[in-house]
């Protein structure tokens, strides 16, 4: 069975012959470094790459391309050999410059006949432009493999560096020569393109966020992606659903061609490259961030909204946001860390005070035990006091950031959507829930996911996880949908009018009332399907829409879509799938899940994985290309940087509020002119 690995962590690998295939969706570098016992690559002899493809023991590949396959003999590595490193990196000089601007690259540790031993999707990059994505490595005598997903933004020379190759700058040199000469050999640059001045098909300027920097703006969704140079086939399942999405996280289906990117032209056809951002047609700085008024001697700074960087107002508040996540994180990771010590260090003073057995008699052992005990007690209370600190601070901004957040982030009971108006741009992110840890269950942090989705949506309707909820199975597949229905409502809202379209399929009709809101409005593109044939018919339409955008972007066509082709983004709801899907309907939603999101068709999946068992196998990739949500508050999303497990609550609508019925309307009003 395969192991699905997230950041950190690893697996034992009982065969020797191995292969490491990698699936990017478009054209990167793939090598590998070998490192002795204390991790340091001696040589640029112990580098594979496309100019040196082979070491004993060793192959990758010669060129850069969309997929790999890495041979490896770990027996014969040279003895001093103690872990493999392999390494990703994007081409210089063609195409997006950064992972984030493409889908999450997807590896797997296979044998020679193709099953899989462990795979991993590597998340959370945005500037960076290399990456080390495995490692393997010996340990008493035995091989394992690790999920590192260490990114790097200043490329191959910053990664060969940080392990400490003496020559990695010339490396890295060479490198990039060897994959420019393959590439001038096998794909011509696109020709010159000016970039699209529709703003409102353009999402917002993108965030640093406090994990891994995030510069520059995702690109044009809602329309057709810009041409790129053809990518050979590729085939990714996609990436593990139960990983935190960390700001600027998009995992799950990969992408044949790059929404976001914006065509580099050639440098020897055009003169030097121009690295200005084309949406960017100013050198002014931003507007400095509000500041806050003093604070009193002795007392921390006053929180205020905004004050995070950014070029707008939204940017800002968005990495306000998750850097009050990762402050969360951090905070209470050592107050974990300082409870752990206590525990191990009274420990070790009951065992050195009382390993004589004469002072377990008398008063000599109890003396002990009680100042071990009040030691323990002191280191705990101490943390719990920094912690509490910390969580006043936290709090506080809290109680300013929320009240200030667009409608894209805000809770549904914030007054702003009170004033709601469909928006004329795409926002960067949008909120699909709140998280919090057990230490600090009355502060919550916004879920931002960044726009466009890159990642269907899984709202899991069983009661494998969620046994501690008092809600019976009907319940609970009644607040599945209500909790699908709700981020739909909510990605209508934050996209400009005729941006957004929304199909459902309802196979046994059981979501009627979950469903009202989105029918009575009329912002569904018909009404809910029904019955083999209603799934047969919108799953063709969404495959052929697929089909026709990715075979008009390869072939450099774009223009010659159909008329009458959608070009908005596309969001299919299943409610409790897979009832009501054949053999030929799981193999089309699979194939949704993987080429859709590149192309703006997106899937959000109510179901119940324990019904979904009978398929088997079948539908493995389809659970790890979506990312899994809950009906009702549940730890399940993994935090792989300080191994917490948060808690995700939905972003519900309160009960008896109207507001979801008021801002339905008003984008059902909007969508009337625009499809006139």
Not at 348 to 375: H, N, T
């Amino acid at each position: 069975m395969t192991a699905e690995l997230v950041r950190g962590q690893n697996h034992p690998l009982s065969q020797v012959r191995l292969e490491v295939r990698v699936s990017a969706g478009r054209p990167v570098v793939a090598g590998a470094t070998l490192s002795d016992e204390q991790g340091r690559v001696r040589g640029v002899e112990w580098v594979a790459h496309p100019g040196a493809p082979t070491l004993p023991g060793l192959e990758v590949s010669k060129q850069a391309a969309a997929d790999h396959r890495l041979a490896f003999d770990l027996d014969a590595l040279p003895g001093t050999v103690h872990r493999v490193s392999v390494l990703l990196a994007l081409p210089t000089g063609v195409g997006p410059v950064r992972f984030g601007a493409v889908a999450a690259p997807f590896v797997a540790v296979t044998g020679l006949d193709g099953s899989e031993v462990a795979s991993y999707t590597i998340t959370g990059l945005d500037t960076e432009s290399a990456v080390v994505a495995l490692e393997l490595y010996r340990r008493q005598g035995a091989w394992k493999v690790r999920a590192v997903g260490q990114g790097y933004a200043g490329g191959l020379a910053e990664l060969l560096t940080d392990q400490g190759l003496p020559e990695a700058r010339r490396l890295a040199d060479s490198i990039n020569e060897a994959v420019a000469q393959g590439l001038a050999r096998s794909v011509s640059a696109p020709p010159p393109r000016t970039p699209d001045a529709d703003r409102s098909r353009q999402a917002a300027a993108s965030a640093p966020g406090p994990d891994q920097p995030y510069a520059g703006p995702q690109g044009a969704s809602g329309t057709v992606p810009p041409l790129q140079p053809p990518s050979s086939p590729y085939d990714t399942p996609g990436g593990q659903g139960a990983t935190v999405p960390q700001p600027g996280y998009q995992g799950g289906g990969t992408a044949q061609t790059d929404p976001s990117a914006v065509p580099q032209p050639s440098a020897a056809a055009t003169g030097p490259v121009d690295y200005s951002h084309p949406g960017r047609q100013t050198s002014a700085p931003p507007p400095p961030p509000p500041t806050a008024p003093p604070a009193p001697p002795g007392q921390p700074a006053r929180p205020v909204a905004g004050d995070a960087t950014g070029w707008s107002m939204e940017e800002r508040l968005y990495n306000q946001v998750w850097g009050m996540f990762e402050d969360l994180a951090r905070t209470t990771a050592a107050y974990r860390s300082a409870v752990d010590f206590a525990d191990s260090r009274m420990e070790q003073e009951l065992d050195k005070a009382l390993s004589d057995p004469r002072s377990r008699i008398g008063g000599q052992g109890d003396a002990a035990r009680e100042a071990a005990q009040a030691k323990h007690a002191d280191l705990v209370d101490q943390a719990r006091a920094a912690l509490d600190r910390d969580l006043a601070q936290l709090t506080a901004e809290a109680d300013v950031v929320e009240p200030a957040l667009p409608a894209a982030y805000a809770r549904w009971d914030n007054p702003v959507w009170h004033g709601y108006r469909v928006p004329m741009e795409i926002p960067m992110a949008v909120r699909l829930g709140d998280l919090h840890l057990p230490e600090s269950e009355e502060l919550s942090i916004p879920m931002l996911v960044r726009l466009p989705l890159e990642r269907g949506l899984w709202i899991d309707s069983g009661r494998a996880t969620l046994e501690d909820s008092l809600a019976d199975s009907d319940e609970l597949r009644r607040l599945a949908m209500d909790t699908a229905v709700a981020n739909a409502a909510r990605l209508l809202a934050v996209y400009p009018a005729g941006e957004f379209t929304v199909h459902v399929i309802d196979p046994a009709g059981s979501a009627a009332s979950s469903l009202a809101p989105l029918v009575r409005s009329g912002v569904l593109d018909g009404r809910p399907a029904a019955g083999a044939t209603g799934v047969a018919d919108v799953l063709a339409r969404l495959t052929q829409r697929v089909d026709l955008v990715q075979m008009a972007v390869r072939g450099g066509a774009a223009d010659s879509l159909p008329p009458g082709l959608d070009t908005a983004e596309q969001l299919l709801i299943v409610n409790d799938f897979p009832h009501g899907f054949d053999d030929r309907a799981v193999t089309q939603l699979r194939y949704l899940a993987d080429e859709g999101p590149a192309v703006g068709v997106h899937l959000m999946l109510v179901a119940d994985r324990e019904d979904a068992a009978g398929y088997g196998p079948l539908l493995d990739p389809l659970w790890r290309a979506l990312l899994r949500l809950t009906p009702v508050p549940d730890d399940h999303l993994a935090d792989p940087w300080v191994g917490h497990a948060w808690t995700y609550e939905p972003a519900l609508v309160p009960s008896g509020s109207q507001v979801l019925q008021q801002v339905l309307s008003q984008v059902a009003a909007a969508r009337r002119p625009w499809n006139r």
